[in-house]
């Protein structure tokens, strides 16, 4: 046989498991949906400054990992590590709503640290738009490395904080507490950020600001200050994304683990329609199922990326602006 | 107006007036002296440039140039066309797996000469180029990034999940040009940089004549139009699906002929080599000398390459400064080191002016160079 039919016809490379696929359907949409909800939470920090400065913040996944590491240090501190900890269900929900904090504030530091020392001077400037996705790349790259100066190449142990127990079964699967602690509170972070850009002073702001930056400028709107409330809010909730990660994955803290995990965030904030809030949580959401089915219809945990990305790209080629299309700056007021 | 041109006739924008101003001999006469240079570079092995005795020398300079070609290639895509591209290292790949597939003993396919599979990467790149293109740029701007990016990211999971690709595992001794020195040893090895740099530095000069000659040619002015504004490009009748199919194929396949020589020169390919974070270094090569300038990614190209050759002793903080370089040079510089050369839009500022009756004749650049200048 010629060797070039014996190359192309090697295909066992690919091979749909449909078995376990309809087996593990259920297992894998409540996993997907877990994952999805930390895709959500990373993608809403793409997509508020995107639809604000139509600008990719490349060193989001960075201000995730920093959160990431503010949580684990101080979870160390606290006590905990990689046995499981003999704590009653409240000092634990006390340990973990105070890690989390401390997770928040860094991130949210780190971004507006990031707003005011990379992106002002060069929004003062009215410098490309190319400009802004270099410097963000800059970031993304000091950031990682002074990490990786600080805590070398390895992962930082693992931390844990409790077990996942099956709470009650549905559709012939266990859900666990862990899944449903992350989604819900997932659900509610997503929610009360959906309502504050809708609902209050600031964030009618943000739209404004979003819409037309002149114009709310002369409507009286503190553009800077809105600007910088995008920035604290995504990181916000790229702190709280580290916890819930953290939980998942308990040793994925690693210098450059925010760029995988950065990246599908962002092709979920596309996915959905980036600058649109709900948007984000709605491909976040379906990134995490996406690549969980894929994952289990193909047999390899490296699958769920490609397919994640060939969903994007079909997706985008039939809505070019995503599925629910840009529209933080649309106001409804 | 006329004050601020006088008093810019020493600074770099002046320079380029100067050489803009020379005709086309002369200019070709002016570059022999700086080609023959660059080509005696690694032999020379200048004291104050030379990365020993960290890196060997010619192989840092064929390090550079490979990033050279790379540069030049994604700069059709996102300098000349103006379409971001955040994958480029993915046709990269497929230029290298080409080469490696083809040569390598370790892979069952037929073994051709190593210097045919060169043309034959450019042509499959290209093909892929253009798969890629085809549902895709229809996309605006940063929806293109991240699909590009995605296809970077798709390549790259492909050559670890396909068993033909053999992962990690990947391919050695791949082919070489062909030819041995006097005592038997081969002209072309994985240890001796210096045949090599001449080789990519030649196909450089190649496809620096190529592609300065499209930038000319109607299809550089329509790259330009859709780079500058793509609605008003379309409305003026360029066809910009077209040309920016045009430019995401030739980018591509001036990626994979960087590709496979890269695989040929370390006669080694794995998929170790095609992260994102190849990309982004990339682009920052390319911005960092100044996008839509040929000369200037080059420049870009070779500080990404050569700084970290130079100073491995800074080792792991190396991407440390580089990123904060990256910020840096942006706030001071953003147009990078080297701005685009706008002569087909400052002709239009000058057709204007005459057209408003001031009669003033402005050199090509000033005008950008007066933006450029005035923030620096």
Redesign the interface.
Known sequence: MHPLTVFLADSSWINFDVTSFRQEFWDNTFNGLTFGAIYALIAMGYTLVYGVLRLINFAHSEVFIAGAYALVFTLSGLGFDGSVPGLSTLALIGDMLLACLVAMLASGAIAVLLERIAYRPLRRKGAPPLAFLITAIGVSFAIQYAIFIWRGASAEPAVILFVPKALFSAFGTNITNQQLIIFVAAIVLMLLIDQFIQRTRFGRGVRAVAQDPDTATLMGVNKERAIMLTFLLGGLLAGAAALFYVIKVPSGVVFNGGFTLGIKAFAAAVLGGIGNIRGAALGGLLIGLVGNYGQTLLGNAQWSDVIAFVVLVVVLMFRPTGILGESLGKARV | MTSTDNTRKNTPGGIRARWNNLSRPQQWLALVPVVVLIYFIPVIDPPLLTTEPYTNFPIAMVHAAELAMVAIGLNVV?GQAGL?DLGYVGFFAVGAYVAALLTSKES???KLPYLATLPLAMVVTMLAGVLLGL??L???G??L???T???G??VR??A?????LNGQVGFADVGHPPGTNADGSLIFSARDGTPWYWLVVTLIIILLLFVGNLERSRVGRAWVAIREDEDAAQIMGVPTFKFKLWAFAIGAAIGGLSGALVAGQTGFMNNQNFS??FS?LY??AV??GG?GNKVGVMVGAFIVSYIPDRFTNLS??K??I??????VL??FR??GLLGARQRLLARGRQAYQRLVGRGEQISSDSSVSAEGGG?A
């Open positions: 996102v971001l069952m396919l037929h549902p895709t229809r996309l605006r940063d929806y990034a991240i699909v990016l995605g296809f990211e798709i999971l492909l670890t999940l396909v068993p033909a994102v974070a982004v682009l920052a911005i960092l996008s792991d903080r991407y440390l580089f990123g904060l370089f990256l910020v942006m706030i953003p147009q923030q």
